[in-house]
């Protein structure tokens, strides 16, 4: 959990009430759920999100933290 997310409400498409199975009931019996393909494609998207916004948060990272250029034109030292 990130911090905005306490602040913010998560943006639309990352957790879907409706379908959250996490919570127990007492009419659940101790067989496993079955995967179907629509928890596959579920799971490839949300990974594929996770994976661009880290990707993104690399960029920053490294932008924020490269060296600055060196300022040219002065004369050379030892001249």
């Known amino acids: 959990m990130n911090i905005f997310e306490l ?3 998560a943006p ?3 957790h879907d009430e409706e379908r959250d199975g ?5 009419t659940d019996s101790r067989r496993a759920n079955r995967l179907t393909l629509a928890h596959i494609n579920q799971l490839r998207r949300s990974n594929d ?3 661009l ?5 690399l960029q ?3 932008k924020q933290y490269t060296p600055a250029p ?3 034109g002065g004369m050379p030292l030892g001249v």
Do not use: I, L
């Open 70 to 72: 060196e300022a040219g």
């Open 12 to 14: 639309a498409g990352y």
């Open 53 to 57: 916004e880290h990707e993104k948060k």
């Open 7 to 9: 602040f913010e409400p």
């Open 49 to 51: 999100v996770k994976q």
């Open 22 to 26: 996490s919570v127990a009931r007492t």
């Open 60 to 62: 920053a990272v490294s």
